[in-house]
């Protein structure tokens, strides 16, 4: 016969053996199966337990807390639908290369396929998503059963983190009764000291790896560097929980003397370093997407760190071009959607960085590359005028102006979690450069506005410094539940949503421009709601105000950055507001800089 306290004794080893292995956070969502991994979770020393309703919400949560900290969290649920409620997150953390783990409670096998209640098949519940899939089974108390089951823990930790970070799946089974039951003869004592020893000792330490580039690659990359005249440094999305590999791109942009492309995820452009300042050209998506700056803009060579970036002007600029000389380095995967990068250094961004930078040598003479950076840095003002002189002629406050007074109020080494759709690709669009500490996240696997609020909570909780998001008013309502993640942060957040009533990126892409498409047709994408989200901000007890001007959102914004716990800012702004701005930008850019454009014979 089995020791009565087998369950509660497994379930401890398992929790325990997971906090050894570096787990600090466990977000649970209600249940009942999923009693004695609570109870353990509870009573493990160093893990902090998040309760959230919604399991959707709760994988977000996670997810956030992994984004900035680079450690996975511990996603719990009961057992049935619950845990296929996590798959949103784990697509995400799978394509954007984040730690997590979810242990799914799960029936004895002698409930399957018989209508027992809450009980679906759980095998490789997340299909691919999982970069791995661990059944646990039901408890043993063979010493050699509770050693396997501790090293399958540090196991399911280390490899949500090494080679390639992403999600793991544990499947625990656990007959009734669920409620913890104390030790009352010699065998369960035996068995809880057999477990506390093993708690003691803890599990293996598994140490990841590093990823560094192949050196006979890097002197090649190294040799056309030193050999371009008009090379650009593009910077995609960089985690900011990693400085050195922050410095390390910092110290190669240097080097290279290159102008540099980047956006905010990439933590420099809120944060930019004093060496780079001279460097950035931060007016790319409108630059370098009109037609009219396409003879004076012609790379002979393009470096690439981490995943492509968001701009729509230089995705389709590259595109335009699939024979320019363009080298990707990035530690996972294959981000080249063009399918025309020259070579794919597989390594992490920072050791990759550095070997290139120690490749290079010496400083590049500063007049080689003279009249291409001159040229490319003209236009780039030139951008920024245009911006600015469209920006003071609008006749109401709009999405730009507000994004702009977001960007410009947030606190000394606060945190921004910008939302997807419009306000990512307004950030850099409507942005300078500038001076800071500002970490940057954004949800770019998957490129979804799901669980954005959720994702926030979970990143301010590990934070615990002032945070901004800043969102659509679709993104905020396809998540409205995540208010209530966010009762959890302390510090002060700051959720300010573009209240544009729709999806209005949409009025942006070619669709919009069909003949048979009019505003009726349009909604089925648009989904224009008419909705007043303070109700929502106040069913969850958080601090709501209104802004229809700029000084209405700094005092807004002002007040949320001081006051502790969660604020949420709706800023109303024209519905076709950021249509229409673009239109006009574009427009005027187009005339000057053709007006710009070298003269015949003139070199560009």
Request: net charge neutral; proline share 8%.
């Amino acid at each position: 016969m089995s020791p009565r306290n087998l369950l509660g004794e497994w379930a401890r080893l398992l929790v325990g053996s997971l906090a050894r292995a570096g787990v600090r956070d466990v977000v649970v969502s209600p249940g009942s199966r999923s009693t004695p991994f609570v109870w353990a979770a509870l009573r493990a020393s160093g893990l902090r337990l998040h309760s959230l309703i919604d399991e959707r919400s709760a994988g977000f949560f996670a997810l956030g807390q992994a984004r900035l900290s680079g450690r996975p969290s511990l996603l719990l649920s009961t057992s049935g639908s619950a845990g296929a409620h996590y798959l949103p997150a784990l697509v995400e953390a799978r394509l954007a290369h984040l730690p997590l783990l979810v242990l799914t409670a799960d029936r004895p096998f002698e409930l399957s396929d018989c209508a027992a209640p809450q009980t679906i098949d759980q095998t490789r519940l997340f299909g691919e998503y999982a970069l791995s899939y661990v059944e646990l089974g039901e408890p043993r108390a063979e010493p050699e059963a509770l050693r396997a089951l501790a090293r399958k823990a540090a196991q399911a930790v280390h490899s949500s983190i090494w080679p390639e970070p992403g999600p793991v799946h544990l499947n625990a089974r656990a007959g009734k009764p669920l409620e913890p039951q104390p030790a009352a003869d010699e065998h369960e004592r035996e068995l809880e000291a057999r477990v506390s020893s093993l708690l003691e000792r803890g599990p293996t330490s598994a140490l990841p790896g590093a990823v560094s580039p192949d050196h006979a690659a890097v002197e090649r990359l190294a040799s056309a560097c030193r050999s371009a005249r008009r090379g650009l440094l593009i910077c995609g999305a960089l985690p900011p929980f990693r400085g050195d590999e922050l410095r390390s791109v910092a110290e190669l942009a240097h080097a290279l003397g290159f102008p540099l492309l980047c956006e905010a995820p990439s933590q420099l452009p809120l944060a930019l370093p004093a060496q780079l300042r001279s460097l950035v050209c931060d007016a790319f998506d409108f630059l370098f997407g009109a037609r009219s700056a396409a003879s004076a803009l012609e790379p002979d060579l393009v470096v690439q760190l981490g995943p492509p970036l968001t701009s729509g002007g230089l995705e389709r600029y590259l595109a335009a071009r699939p024979t320019l000389d363009r080298h990707v380095i990035a530690p996972y995967g294959w981000p080249d959607p063009a399918s025309s990068a020259t070579t794919l250094l597989s390594s992490g961004i920072g050791a990759g960085a550095a070997a290139l930078r120690a490749a290079l040598g010496l400083d590049p003479e500063p007049g080689q590359r003279a009249a291409w950076q001159r040229r490319l840095f003209e236009l780039n003002a030139l951008v920024w005028r245009s911006i600015d002189s469209e920006l003071r002629a609008e006749a109401s406050f709009g999405e730009a102006e507000a994004v702009r007074t977001v960007a410009e109020s947030l606190p000394h080494a606060g945190l921004l979690v910008v939302g997807n759709s419009l306000p990512i690709r307004e950030l850099s669009q409507f942005c300078r450069a500038r001076a800071g500490a500002v970490r940057v996240l954004c949800q770019r696997g998957a490129n979804g506005i799901d669980g954005l609020i959720s994702s926030a909570a979970g990143s301010a909780v590990s934070a615990r410094a002032p945070a901004t998001l800043l969102i659509g008013d679709v993104s905020f309502l396809h998540d409205v539940g995540g208010l209530f993640a966010a009762r959890a942060v302390k510090t002060p957040l700051a959720i300010v949503v573009l209240n544009n009533d729709g999806g209005r990126i949409f009025e942006q892409l070619p669709l919009a421009a069909l003949p048979d498409v009019g505003e009726s047709e349009l909604s089925a994408w648009l989904t224009p709601h008419g909705l007043e989200l303070e109700h929502a901000a106040l069913l969850y007890g958080h601090a709501y105000s209104r802004a229809t001007s700029r000084s209405e959102l700094e005092r807004a914004l002002g007040a949320a950055h001081e006051r502790p716990g969660c604020s949420v800012i709706e800023v109303i702004v024209p519905p076709h507001g950021a249509r229409d701005l673009m239109r006009r930008i574009r427009k005027r850019l187009e005339n000057e800089l053709a007006a710009h454009a070298p003269a015949a014979g003139e070199p560009a």
